[in-house]
């Protein structure tokens, strides 16, 4: 298997493009001018599709890959310091059983690749499961924010995950590929507040609620404010076991929220985001009022 130079090649052309472009904004993605790799590379010698003399020789058995599951279904989620570890599991079957399985999470278009992260090791993990035919297997990928991984914030969003299978017959050329097996989502974490005031506070007197969301910047690695964002304003009263929204209210320029609301009784209240598909659902950890 030659993955292990063809992914070093990609990732390499790639951090270079990207220190080529020193101008690029927050919002545009950069044409790389790379492509995905391609199964015969992944799987075989690199050299393309194998011989005529050598498919006549015998039939070739491609593998079917059942399913491809991203870290347990669940979107992945990138702050600005901590390595994410994702798991990604193929789940595929042939006559002769799965030899080994790989994927890699990659973005753009098919010929022009500006992102791509690729597995920790060369070969998947593979579990036979009780029918010999099929296996699940897993590699491991590792998302260091502080690396070429996600080198601008652009990036967010949806993502390619190209997956393949390889059959037990002792032959390279028995496998599958595909470069959009299944899409996942890489996420920007964000972070909200919130502080009611003045406390203790009167019945009937307004307060104020003041909070921020803000995001992970990649470009920058550090966390800016979400603009003009839904943002909902609620409440739990003490002793109640679930909050209800009072309002919503929109971030400003730089994320901020601010509105004001009658104190009706003593209760937490907080802010909750629900979320876009470049940054995750976010709620603040709510702040108690006593009210007099």
């Keep these: 298997m030659r993955i292990r130079a063809t992914v070093a090649a990609v990732t390499g052309a790639l951090a270079l493009s990207a220190l080529a472009v020193p101008a690029v904004q927050a919002d545009e993605k950069p044409d790389a001018g790379l492509s995905v790799p391609s199964g015969a590379e992944v799987f075989g010698d690199g050299s393309g599709a194998p011989a005529a003399g050598a498919r006549a020789a015998r039939a070739t058995e491609v593998p079917v890959i059942k399913k491809v599951v991203v870290n347990g279904g669940k979107d992945i989620v990138v702050g600005t310091k901590s390595k994410q570890k994702v798991t990604v599991a193929i789940t595929a079957s042939s006559p002769s059983g799965i030899a080994d399985a790989f994927a890699f999470l990659w973005h753009g278009h098919i010929d022009e690749v500006d992102g791509f992260i690729a597995p920790t090791q060369e070969f998947g993990n593979c579990k036979v499961s009780a029918n010999p035919t099929t296996s699940t297997c897993t590699v491991s990928i590792t998302i260091d924010p502080r690396s070429d991984d996600l080198w601008t914030s652009s990036l967010a969003g949806t993502w390619k995950v190209a997956a393949g299978a390889l059959a037990a017959t002792g032959s390279d050329e028995d496998f599958i590929w595909n470069d959009t097996q299944a899409k996942t989502r890489v996420q920007r974490f964000s972070k ?40 909902k304003l609620q409440f739990k009263k ?8 009072v309002k919503t209210v929109k971030t400003s320029s730089t994320g901020t929220l601010k509105t004001t609301v009658k104190a009706s009784a003593d209760g937490t209240w907080r802010y909750s985001f ?8 976010v709620s603040a950890k709510g702040d108690f009022l006593d009210v007099k």
């Design 192 to 231: 909200l507040t919130v502080n009611a005031s003045p406390e203790p506070v009167k019945k009937g007197k307004t307060i104020t609620v003041t909070g921020k969301l803000t995001r992970a910047n990649w470009d920058t690695n550090t966390y800016k404010g979400y603009t003009n964002q839904p943002v």
């Design 238 to 245: 003490k002793g109640a076991k679930s909050y209800t929204t």
């Design 274 to 281: 629900a979320g876009t598909s470049t940054t995750p659902a």
